[in-house]
Nanobody, 124 residues
């Protein structure tokens, strides 16, 4: 059974940094892993993903500011968020899927497994 548990969220001022962590159990290195977010009144969107071959992809809105990485030994996925903006405020979710390639996540593909989400609030 796949379980994903996020941590590291919170409140920060504009320009600040946060690092989100997602401890995964029941997943495999062949999985696609990613971070998603949903702001109030908006649809959930893909933020950053990492394929089974360790290729990474980012939403245009976070390129150059966010970095996704994983520590396979610790079964942990990270999202380093720098130069945060008020528009980054959202509930952030960790997700995983055995499909391996995450590209579809930016075109509406719904990953199979989700964490409970963690709030990130950026004040101006």
């Amino acid at each position: 059974q796949v379980q994903l548990v996020e941590s590291g969220g919170g409140s920060v001022q504009s320009g600040g940094s946060l690092r989100l962590s997602c401890v995964a159990s029941g997943t495999h290195r062949s999985y696609c892993m990613g971070w998603f977010r949903q702001a109030p009144g908006k649809e959930r969107e893909a933020v950053a993903t990492i394929d089974s071959d360790s290729s990474t992809s980012y939403a245009d809105s976070v390129k150059g500011r966010f970095t996704i990485s994983q520590d396979n030994a610790k079964s942990t996925l990270y999202l380093q968020m720098n130069s945060l903006k008020p528009e980054d405020t959202a509930m952030y979710y960790c997700a995983a899927d055995p499909i391996g390639y995450c590209g579809g996540a930016y075109r509406g593909y719904e990953l199979a497994y989700w964490g409970q989400g963690i709030q990130v609030t950026v004040s101006s």
